[in-house]
């Protein structure tokens, strides 16, 4: 029997998590949200983790922290929020042998191989086996505070699993025909950019602007979802459109043919905005076949990313992280 403690760090919400290994599978004990602004340093975090959990340090043989942006060996910073976080000594002086820190939507890609995984939903046709090509790697994308992307690749040979992390959600994002280009006129001008990447428009404050150019309404995304994200609006129509296309260029860029997990908060709470016609039509409107081949998932539990942080403490435990 072991313990991993893990903390999943978004701009908005920090969400800790105590497991537990039982003959090296995982069991969720324990999971508490937090505000992320009531998190001002690693410290803090660590007597949040250590509070929230009730826990002590000598109980754990494993600590990952999740960050929502740039990872740098033991150390992370948010990049909608001005938390960083410094594993480098701060776990070892309080007896905790083991520390990572990896980027969140790397946690999101470790959870596809979890329970959490096998239980999504999923939004795609059924594939007939024979049609299916299976490399074993798995995509991962979620838009909510901001928009993250990630790849899983699995070595079929040993089992061993790399993620790999991206900064997709800062490319430029892709707009079609004359109503969205002039969108994205309006999107320059609102956030004061040459180029409008795929964060401004697939995120919660994406999700306002579009509101507001559509219905003239200035809303925050939460109220936003109840009032056009179920039920048949424009801001509907265009932000499953745009997130299908997201999809698809995700699933053409990484050759993800195990499968790809939509995450993140907007879907769970909202999940019309990829499971509606509009988002199906838009996927599916590419001449590559391989999109119709690959498996698309909606990960409906919100503490994902506690789970895959776990399964890389899992690994680190293992010696393969």
């Given at each position: 029997?072991?313990?991993i403690l893990v903390a999943d760090i978004g701009g908005t919400n920090c969400r800790l998590a105590r497991f537990s290994l039982d003959d090296g599978s995982l069991a969720l004990d324990r999971a508490v949200w937090i505000s992320t602004k009531d998190v001002a340093d690693t410290q803090t975090l660590l007597a949040a983790m250590f509070r929230e959990l009730d826990t002590i340090p000598a109980m754990a043989d494993a600590l990952v922290a999740a960050v929502a942006g740039s990872v740098a060996g033991h150390r992370g910073k948010l990049t909608n929020a001005a938390l960083q976080v410094d594993l480098t000594d701060a776990a070892a002086r309080q007896g905790i042998a083991r520390a990572l820190v990896i980027?969140?939507?790397a946690a999101q890609a470790y959870a596809c191989v979890t329970e959490i995984g096998r239980k999504a939903r999923?939004?795609?046709p059924r594939i007939p086996p024979k049609q299916r090509k299976n490399t074993g790697h798995c995509g991962v994308i979620g838009a909510g505070t901001g928009l993250g992307m990630a790849l899983l690749l699995r070595d079929k040979r040993h089992g061993a699993l790399t993620p790999v992390s991206s900064e997709g959600g800062h490319a430029g994002f892709p707009f079609v025909g004359e109503e969205e280009h002039a969108f994205h006129e309006f999107v320059r001008r609102e956030r004061g950019c040459d180029f409008a990447r795929a964060e401004d428009i697939l995120s919660g404050r994406g999700l306002a602007l579009l509101h507001r150019y559509l219905a003239g309404e200035s809303l925050g995304a939460r109220e936003i979802g109840k009032r056009a994200l179920r039920s048949d609006t424009p801001t509907l129509r265009w932000f499953s459109r745009f997130y299908a296309r997201?999809?698809?260029n995700w699933i053409l860029t990484t050759l993800c043919t195990e499968g790809l997990w939509i995450a993140g908060g907007i879907a769970a709470g909202?999940?019309?905005c990829v499971t509606s016609g509009y988002f199906l039509r838009e996927l599916?409107?590419?001449?590559?076949?391989l999109i119709s081949e690959v498996p698309v998932y909606l990960i409906e539990d919100r503490n994902s990313g506690l789970w895959g942080a776990a399964r890389a403490g899992l690994d680190l435990l293992e010696g393969s992280a």
């Open positions: 029997m072991g313990c980027n969140d939507f999923r939004i795609t997201a999809c698809r909202d999940p019309l599916y409107a590419s001449e590559q076949t």
